[in-house]
């Protein structure tokens, strides 16, 4: 029998094809000579600031600090600008320089003076609180006549309305008034730098109501005018006469009081009929009298207190008192009449 034939070896597997080797990093663009000039300058000019600033000549550490940010702008000349300000007392430059850093920072997070901003916004904080503040008040309606401003008490040297005052921070009294309109008050809190606007709108006065010509005028009587009569003065007559009825009756009731006391003793040591009559008779006179005077006493005092009851002038208009006796079966006294 044929042998078997061998099968071919098999092809070695092929080789992956070899990597390429990898770029090198694209170089930064070079710098031009011109660009380089200028980064030497402004690197210059921001040493020379700063060697000025710590000899302490701020002002001039500034003017070279100034020329640095103009060659090129960065953050560094931005802070040292904002610290040289602080030491002159110039507060409202050294918050501008500050927010002029913030905004540098701001495009570049990665930039190396980066912790320096939260110093950067309490400076801010700090320096705006000193600063003065701005306040302009706008009246209207504007043609209001005799315009009058007042802050804290003060009228405000030439003012005029839309006016921007300078304030110191804090609370402030505004009062604005106007001929023919009601005045008007109110408080404004001012923060440091700060420029408010208020705006204050007045209210004209009510007029008051027409009169009519008619009232203005008043019409003239057609007939006499009647004079008023004067006051007349009240007598006091009734009143002395009264209380002289009640003395009167005061008299009377003591008489025949004292009679009743001797009828009844007389009664007593002879009792007979007419004895005790008598006593009755007397006794029931002076209760009588007695009544009598108590009664025109009384009258007489409240006439006396108010001041009679007739005018002076009429004293002929009365009439004269009248006195009659009683005397009854069982009973006896006076009986009078007063008009009056």
Do not use: C
């Not at 802050?151 to 005052?165: F, H, Y």
């Not at 019409?219 to 009825?245: C, D, H, M, R, W």
């Amino acid at each position: 029998p044929a042998a078997p034939v061998a099968a071919p070896p098999a092809a070695p597997p092929a080789a992956p094809p070899a990597a390429s080797p990898a770029a090198p990093p694209a170089a930064p663009p070079a710098a031009s000579g011109e660009q380089r000039a200028t980064t030497a300058e402004a690197k210059n000019a921001f040493n020379e600031g700063k060697r000025l600033f710590e000899a302490g000549n701020f002002s001039e550490a500034i003017v070279f600090f100034k020329k640095a940010d103009a060659k090129l702008a960065g953050a560094a000349p931005r802070l040292q600008m904002a610290l040289a300000y602080e030491k002159l007392n110039q507060p409202l430059d050294a918050v501008a320089s500050y927010k002029a850093f913030l905004a540098i920072v701001a495009m570049n997070p990665n930039n190396k003076l980066a912790d320096k901003s939260p110093m950067a916004n309490e400076r801010i904080l700090a320096l705006e609180a000193l600063l003065p503040a701005g306040l302009t008040v706008k009246v209207t309606p504007a043609e209001a006549k005799g315009l009058r401003l007042t802050v804290d008490g003060s009228a405000p040297a030439s003012w005029s309305n839309a006016q921007e005052l300078s304030l110191s921070v804090g609370a402030h009294s505004i009062e604005v008034k106007a001929d023919g309109f009601t005045p008007h008050a109110e408080s404004k809190t001012l923060k440091g730098n700060e420029h408010a606007v208020l705006i204050v709108g007045l209210t004209a006065l009510a007029l008051p109501p027409a009169v009519p010509q008619a009232v203005l005028a008043p019409k003239a009587p057609s007939g006499p005018v009647a004079v008023p009569a004067e006051s007349k003065k009240l007598s006091n007559v009734p009143a002395f006469v009264t209380l002289g009825i009640a003395g009167a009756g005061a008299v009377l009731g003591t008489t025949f009081g004292i009679l009743a006391l001797r009828g009844e003793s007389d009664f007593n040591a002879n009792p007979t009929e007419d004895n005790a009559q008598k006593s009755e008779r007397n006794a029931l006179i002076a209760d009588m009298s007695f009544g009598v005077a108590l009664t025109f006493g009384i009258t007489g005092a409240v006439l006396l207190a108010g001041g009679g009851e007739e005018p002076a002038d009429e004293k002929t208009a009365l009439s004269r008192p009248v006195f009659a006796p009683f005397v009854g079966r069982n009973s006896g006294g006076m009986v009078g009449s007063w008009h009056f």
